[in-house]
């Protein structure tokens, strides 16, 4: 029962799978320090992203730098079912790309099609170490500690406070420590110099192709989109309520943007995030949940200006330079934030120390105090410092 990812149809027993669920790794761990069987002779590099969108395109700087300072060493990618198609974008950096997606909550997001069978985890980490795994670069919690165990590399670098406890005598454990303001994609290029690679990573990368280009011209002529004119993308959601700012907010940056600077006003999101759209912008057009998100990129690196919160989109918008303005409450700019002239961040407060805010399961206890603090005048300064212009009275 223990490698069953399917609740149970019995709702007696569903307590009880939960319970069992919640011991999937301990008991994975456990069965990796016991196994036997050796290590393979090879010599390639294991990274784990098991985040999504945005996690994924901020470790492909480090997986370019490997690659370029290691090019003959096997480069295994670990990415979660919910970041394959985006990750299969990069497949030239490594070597290969293996599907490994923790069951975690804040993961899986409550999506049954993103939950793995546990003996299809296990196998898969019985894989690698009959390749040979001589450094494996992932998280320093429960599911990174199962797959050191299981996999059995000399070297597992992580970003945390400590080594792990029952790890493997002969694994080397490199710990960075976690720096709540040092830029994601930096922080993971960090975790490279155990490698003897000093590299720095200040951007993200996506290429739109010309297919994708092709689609988004046909469809911005299909909504009758003015490319003479400026066109402004308007992302309320994030992934989690507590960093959504007020839509009612959005709404009024929208208004004013329209009005006083021309700019056509388009609302692009998830399915899940229709609500989000404020009833007083009926007359923009509307693509929440209608693009695909190779489609959006297109659409986005057409566009003049970025409105959103911390999400995907933004770290989207950044790889592809469009100019962003973005508002931050629970999570770190200084971590998440795109950097460059093309971008401003606005947070006014640190989060409530009782915030959880990488779970989407839970909701703000304070009613949005550090997103309630950023008023719509700090928006419209911060759009007026983009474009050059003074702020319209």
């Not at 994708?212 to 009758?224: D, K, P, V, W």
């Not at 409105?307 to 790889?319: E, M, P, T």
């Not at 990488?358 to 550090?370: F, G, K, L, V």
Request: glycine residues 8%; hydrophobic residues 40%; aromatic residues 10%.
């Amino acid at each position: 029962m223990i490698f069953s990812h399917k609740m149970p149809k019995n709702s007696k027993n569903s307590d009880n799978w939960r319970k069992m669920e919640r011991w999937r790794y301990i008991l994975m761990d456990f069965a990796g320090r016991c196994w036997l069987g050796r290590r393979g002779p090879g010599k390639g590099i294991a990274v784990v992203s098991s985040g999504h969108l945005g996690d994924i395109l901020h470790a492909v700087p480090m997986l370019k730098a490997i690659r370029a300072q290691n090019p003959q060493k096997q480069l295994f990618w670990l990415v979660g079912p919910w970041s394959e198609p985006l990750a299969r974008r990069y497949a030239h950096y490594v070597d290969k790309i293996i599907i490994f997606g923790p069951n975690l909550p804040p993961l899986t997001r409550g999506k049954a099609v993103w939950r793995q069978h546990a003996f299809k985890q296990w196998q898969m980490a019985l894989k690698l170490r009959k390749n040979g795994i001589e450094t494996l670069i992932a998280p320093l919690n429960g599911f990174g500690r199962f797959l050191a165990n299981a996999i059995q590399p000399n070297r597992w670098i992580g970003i945390g406070e400590r080594r792990p406890p029952r790890v493997r005598r002969g694994i080397q454990t490199v710990v960075q420590p976690y720096e709540k303001d040092r830029y994601e994609a930096d922080a993971l290029c960090g975790l490279l110099k155990p490698l003897g690679i000093e590299v720095r990573a200040d951007r993200l990368e996506y290429v739109v192709t010309p297919e994708e280009r092709q689609a988004a011209s046909e469809f911005l002529r299909m909504e009758a989109v003015d490319l003479t004119r400026p066109l402004a993308l308007f992302a309320p959601g994030s992934g989690w309520s507590g960093k959504n700012w007020l839509p009612e907010r959005f709404g009024a940056v929208a208004e004013w943007l329209a009005a006083a600077k021309g700019f056509q006003i388009a609302w692009v999101g998830t399915p899940n995030e229709v609500a989000l759209v404020p009833a007083s912008r009926s007359g923009d057009w509307n693509w929440v949940g209608k693009t695909s998100l190779s489609l959006l990129a297109g659409i986005m690196a057409r566009a003049q200006l970025f409105v959103g919160n911390d999400s995907g989109l933004l770290h989207f918008a950044a790889a592809l330079d469009v100019p962003s303005v973005s508002i931050w409450g629970p999570t770190s700019p200084g971590k998440w934030g795109p950097k460059g002239n093309l971008h401003r961040t606005i947070r006014k407060v640190e989060r409530c120390a009782d915030c959880i805010y990488w779970d989407y399961r839970e909701t703000c206890r304070h009613d949005h105090a550090c997103m309630k603090a950023v008023g719509v005048a700090d928006v419209q300064k911060a759009i007026n410092s983009l474009i050059g212009e003074p702020l319209s009275t």
